[in-house]
């Protein structure tokens, strides 16, 4: 099917914290020849969708299958997810907004501006099972010409509607993740280099920051959760693995810079990863958070 590459450090680690010897597994390359891979996220009729960024294209890719086009003309999506009900959100880079599309592919904006002025370039997005919404808004690039506010921000957009900051960190959000109770938030950031946790109440309200992992070396992106609440996602050399109390567990190595993970397949065993031009997959013995 693909080129399978090894994993390293990760095999040190994994047996003794999830029961499963990853000695000899393999990590596949299932597609590739795209522009700039990220949000992935598994739907509710089983396939992945990814975003191609530069190529302002989503496709979709489901096993046993070459993957495909999905949706074009995506205003940069970048962070993709779905809630309980089986709605897509994406954050649109390009057009500096976050939107939700219901199964029939209809399109409503959800958030572009707060205290009147537009977004910089939502990112990466996650919903907690109440409907309540959280996305971070960093500026990349030539986003950073053209920002109409005076800050990074984590926002929170309530089930009434409500859009609140949860955090305006000096470094750039990026991804964002929901723990499996859904109590914790965590959000990476590209800048400062960490992973940080805020709780989280029964309204979505968030509060008591903290730097859950710090002096990472290389820019941490996106992020999921398995059920044991354990952290996957974008690190030095590959996917890190997280433990919810912030120590390293190990490194699935990875042959292009990883940008996002997300898992599938119909058990929720599967971690697909995104990485520069390819998307990639690893069947594991933990069992995923889906969305």
Known sequence: M???????????????????????????????????????????????????????????????????????????????????????????????????????????????????????????????????????DPAFGNQQDTRELDFYGVYHLSNRGELEVVAKPKGRPNGIAISPNGRILYVTNSDDRNVRAYDLDRNGAASSERVLVSNIEGVPDGIRVDKKGNIYGSGPGGVWIISPEGKHLGTIKIPEVVSNVAWGDKDGKTLYITASTSLYRIKLSAQGVRN
Do not use: M
């Open 2 to 136: 693909s080129p399978a590459f090894p994993i390293s450090l990760f095999a040190l680690f994994a047996a003794a914290v999830f029961g499963q010897d990853f000695t000899d597994l393999k990590v596949e390359r299932v597609a590739g020849g795209y522009a700039f891979t990220e949000g992935p996220v598994w739907s509710h009729d089983g396939f992945l969708i990814f975003s191609d960024i530069p190529s302002n294209k989503l496709l979709q890719f489901k096993p046993g299958a070459p993957s495909s086009v999905f949706r074009t003309d995506t205003n940069g999506a970048n962070g993709n997810t779905y809630d309980v009900q089986g709605r897509l959100y994406s954050c649109e880079s390009h057009s500096r907004r976050v939107t939700r599309a219901d199964k029939k592919g209809k399109i409503e904006v959800l958030a572009e501006r707060f205290q009147g002025k537009r977004l910089n370039a939502p990112n990466d997005i996650a919903v907690r099972k109440d409907g309540h919404i959280y996305f971070t």
